[in-house]
């Protein structure tokens, strides 16, 4: 009786054990670009979500860890099934899931990337400013990979995060700026004003045309080409 017993307990331990060890596959969508993360050194990560259906306006996370067989090129956003199988006793520091590629279910160009670029003002409320009247052209850039905007509205310093973007939607989260003042704040102010109420957006070669949700033109920059 007691020998059975022990048999059973040895059984169940190594079918526990396999079954803890049992490979899982899981959909994978990895960002277009990767980013500059903590590590020994400089380092970058790629960015995943792991769902079956895109958000691409959702937080992404960090992936410090490679995926077998997979090849990252910059510029298309993927979608993958990936194996992950736990590492029985992993090396310290390392990761404890190995994975490996499936299959490449997707890869398309992420169009968001058209409009990564520094941007100057050219018209405002469908006004064409004078720049020879302007000592400083208001101008932002926009980091569509790491969904940050960054630029100047010509008197004070603007920082913040893109809070949404497609391919036709661009909406800005609430954006710092310092607090100089300027002989003349008004077009800074106008400036400010409509990239806190932008919706959508239309590129047009060297231009990008920003909108409000009822599809009025709110302003029209420049990128320097």
Not at 40 to 47: A, D, N, P, Y
Not at 179 to 202: D, G, H, V
């Amino acid at each position: 009786m007691l020998k059975n017993s022990c048999l059973f307990l040895i059984f169940i331990i190594i079918t526990s054990s396999c079954r803890s060890l049992k490979q899982n596959e899981t959909i994978y969508w990895v960002n277009s670009s990767k980013v500059d993360c903590a590590g020994v050194g400089k380092m970058s990560s790629l960015q995943v979500q792991k769902t079956d259906d895109l958000n691409i306006n959702a937080d992404w996370e960090l992936f410090y860890s490679q995926i077998e067989g997979f090849e990252f090129e910059p510029g298309f956003i993927y979608k993958l099934k990936v194996a992950e199988t736990p590492i029985e006793n992993p090396h310290a520091d390392a990761s404890s899931i190995k994975y490996t590629l499936v299959n490449m279910l997707e890869k398309k160009i992420d169009t968001r990337l058209a409009i990564q670029d520094i941007w100057f003002l050219e018209s405002i409320n469908e006004v064409q400013i004078d720049k020879n009247n302007i000592k400083n052209i208001p101008q932002i850039e926009l980091n569509i990979s790491q969904m940050k905007v960054f630029g100047s509205n010509g008197c004070n310093n603007i920082s913040g995060a893109i809070q949404k973007v497609s391919d036709t939607e661009l909406e800005f989260s609430p954006l710092r700026e310092t607090r100089k003042m300027c002989p003349n704040m008004e077009i800074s102010n106008q400036f400010s004003k409509a990239l806190s109420i932008t919706k959508y957006y239309r590129k047009e070669n060297l231009l990008l045309k920003l909108f409000d949700s009822e599809m009025k033109e709110l302003m029209s920059i420049k990128k320097i080409d």
